[in-house]
């Protein structure tokens, strides 16, 4: 009787630890609607440690949900004045001198660094939410940084994302993914990110600093800052189309 009855007051004890476990799709569904916003004007700093040296780049960016897009590079000097559109999954370039034109960014070219980044043009056409194109398999809890942390292994259920699976570690109180490993199908690690420093603003957390690596490079990584952001905007239709490239 006292077995029967001991095992009872465990599997009690068992039952509310296991039901706070969240799915794969409900944490990734946590995070898209962190990270998703209507519109946003930002600004940001990238700092660039390559092997000749550190680079630094200003920029400033309007956005509309996942699918729209417009920066523009303010400094160094060489770098002010081009600019960037993407639209859903068409993304164009303009360079205001010497060459005073548009260039459409597509195929192999999508595969090329963002300024001299780790980060590549696919990195950042990514558009779509998460849970719409990987399947999402909780590993278990970790602690990272001191923030306790859901382990999740994503594998791609569209062949045209550019990892094949990827491993993330979510802050289980922020929803941010503190640290991503993003792998190809052979399994050879590409690319990682972290942050290393967050906010909050207007109810939500944000990554304040990160830091991208190509693992196929030989550089020092590249460190993403974002220096403001405003949600309160409204921006015009007009910002996100070729014409404004030019302006």
């Avoid at 399994?187 to 944000?206: P, Y």
């Avoid at 550089?219 to 403001?228: A, K």
Wanted: aromatic share 10%; proline share 3%; with cysteine.
């Amino acid at each position: 009787m006292r077995n029967t009855l001991l095992f009872i007051i465990i599997f009690a004890l068992l039952i509310p630890v296991n039901a706070q476990t969240p799915s794969g799709e409900e944490i990734l569904k946590q995070i898209d609607r962190n990270q998703v916003f209507d519109q946003a004007i930002s600004t940001s700093t990238m700092i660039v440690h390559s092997r000749t040296g550190d680079r630094t780049i200003q920029s400033k960016a309007w956005s509309s949900g996942n699918d729209k897009a417009f920066v523009e590079y303010l400094a160094p000097a060489r770098e002010k004045g081009k600019k960037m559109l993407k639209l859903e999954k068409s993304l164009w370039i303009y360079t205001p001198e010497p060459s005073d034109r548009v260039i459409t960014i597509s195929g192999h070219l999508l595969k090329q660094s963002v300024m001299g980044s780790d980060m590549s043009y696919e990195d950042m056409m990514e558009s779509d939410e998460l849970r719409a194109n990987y399947d999402a398999n909780v590993l278990g809890k970790e602690i990272y940084n001191e923030r306790e942390c859901w382990v999740l292994e994503l594998t791609a259920n569209n062949k045209e994302v550019s990892y094949y699976s990827r491993k993330i570690w979510v802050d289980a109180g922020r929803w941010l993914p503190l640290k991503e490993e993003r792998f190809a199908k052979s399994g050879k690690l590409l690319k990682m990110t972290e942050i290393r420093e967050v906010f909050q603003q207007d109810g939500r957390w944000l990554p304040k600093r990160m830091t991208f690596k190509d693992m196929l490079s030989r550089g020092g990584g590249t460190e993403y800052i974002i220096d403001s952001i405003d949600f309160n905007v409204d921006i015009p239709d007009y910002r996100f189309t070729k014409a404004a490239l030019r302006k």
